[in-house]
């Protein structure tokens, strides 16, 4: 179909997610046809190399046939299968088995789910079914980061704390309560490591006992903030929030949707961190966007403890497609790739990409670089010293997405002039290099078109 058709047709009847609709009708949609490693072709044969793994999610990279097998052998053998009534696949247990072997400490038993919103929504139904069976009900406040993103279903939007997701939909609730973020770059205490993590840990503490420790259920957090801006905090953070939470006699939540699968370098960013949470979220990257699916752990304690609260009675927490055949056999042939080399050289690609990224820092627009493995981002400011924002005038971030675009590159443009990086764990060397190569020239063009001065 002629592409200006499709733009019409788009213009229609597809409402696309997070968007200023009214701009979008204007601007048109931009429609990719295909993709091959870490490079997608639009419909006008516009190449590109896709720095964000589509949204950060296709961690193995396009046009593995391997994937495309898997799945068209479980559609023509058993497209579908109920995992209510008792039933089930074998993709689906072969794939909760493999994961439960591979997950840090002793989360052992897996719930699938179709995708990140609906694992952190589960977290909260299983949480607080978890307390009615400890006889302890009236633990049922959340707490999580500011600049956190945990969804965009009502309950993970009120965890997540971008404004976006708030205004006009009545949300937060009033049982969802924010810390500050330990945003490295911009901490009010300053980059001190250790000042960093302690005043994280004094918020969490003042929070609990301003609402009452008795009636907080749990703390969640993501190993690194990725929709708030690739926001790393320093190491042992995750580890001394986790201890903290054991002693105020909270769960912990680790929400792995992004880091999970190779974006940080390992399988699960907890490992490297010495951390088992409570509950542990994973999507996107469990099967690189090939197929729709997320998964909640939990550790032996959490499922023992709902399994004897529920007695002989039934949990009542399930979707249609939880475990779906289909999208477990993409996620066991996902896993055999990262195992079989992709973590390998998403590791060995993400120090490039670090490297490549640090050798931007004396750009006059670049005022921090920041990442782990393949997940990186640069925050872009207009004084280095006073490291003042990007005026907000115009949306300089859409001009920049716009321009990276027309180099050949898809980047992550945040609203705040933080450019977001999350390449296929596939990319080549010169994957890497064109990423930032096309990177410094976009940054050059707007400084030459006059957008920020
Ligand atoms: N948690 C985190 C940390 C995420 O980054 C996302 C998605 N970007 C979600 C949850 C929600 O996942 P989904 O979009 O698959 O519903």
Known sequence: MHSNSLIELDRAHLVHPVAAYRTHEKLGVRVLSSASGATVTDMTGRQLIDGFAGLWCVNAGYGHESIVEAAARQMRELPYATAYFGLGSEPAIRLAAALAERAPGNLNHVYFTLGGSDAIDSTVRFIRFYYHAKGTPQKDQFISLEQGYHGSSTVGAGLTALPAFHAGFGIPFEWQHKIPSHYVYRNPVGTDPQAIINASRQAL?????????????????????????VLVPPRGWMKAMRDLCRELDILFIADEVITGFGRTGPLF??????????????????????????????????????????????????????????????????LRLYEGGLLE????AGARLMEGLQGLADHPLVGDVRGRGMLAA?????????????????????????????????????GNGVLGYAPPLCCTDSDIDAIVDRTRKTLDQTIEDGDVR
């Open 205 to 229: 503490r003042r929070k609990v006992e301003e609402i009452g420790a008795e009636r907080v259920a749990a703390f969640y957090a993501e190993p690194i903030q990725g929709s708030g801006g």
């Open 378 to 414: 640069i925050e872009l400011v207009t004084d280095k010293t006073k490291k003042t924002p990007l005026p907000a005038v115009a949306d300089p971030s859409r001009r920049i997405f716009d321009r990276a675009w027309d180099n050949g590159l898809i980047i992550r443009a945040f």
């Open 269 to 334: 960013a907890c490992s490297e961190d010495d951390v088992v949470p409570d509950f542990l979220t994973v999507a996107k990257g469990l099967t690189s966007g090939y197929a729709p699916m997320g998964a909640v752990f939990m550790t032996d304690h959490v499922y023992n403890t709902i399994a004897d609260g529920a007695g002989g009675s039934a949990v009542g927490h399930g979707y249609t497609y939880s475990a779906h055949p289909v999208s477990a056999a993409v996620g066991l042939e996902a």
């Open 345 to 348: 050289n998403g590791r060995r």
